[in-house]
């Protein structure tokens, strides 16, 4: 049976998650979203970043931080001072398959803020 957007939407684990997995903020162009690590799709496909109150992908939130003219999201995303791209070379953070579902997102709430990498 479908889900109704009326109807709030239970949130599952995600069987493929990165090492990071609490929502820690992430900064684009001196603009603060919150990203969600289990939510990050390869492709920039997944809404996974929460930003003035909606879900975003990462090329989404460049082009609202003014950044639109970027072609390369995870240079222009950072996490304590060190971009994404940077982050994911360590092996700190990982991308979902293009095959993964993530689920709709249309119901869910703001996330709780995680500061810091470890």
Known sequence: ?????????????????????????????????????????????????????QWL?????????GRERSKYWKRSLYIDGKSLVHIMREGKLTEHDRSCTCGPMEKRDEPKIFNGIS
Not at 24 to 40: F, S
Not at 57 to 65: D, R
């Open 57 to 65: 992908t990462p090329n989404q939130f460049e082009y609202h931080t």
């Open 1 to 53: 049976m479908p889900i109704l957007l009326s109807e709030p939407i239970e949130q599952v684990p995600i069987p493929c998650s990165s090492p990071i997995t609490k929502p820690i903020k992430v900064v684009c162009n001196d603009e603060e979203g919150i990203l969600h690590p289990n939510l990050l799709c390869r492709g920039s496909r997944g809404k996974c970043i929460y930003y003035q109150g």
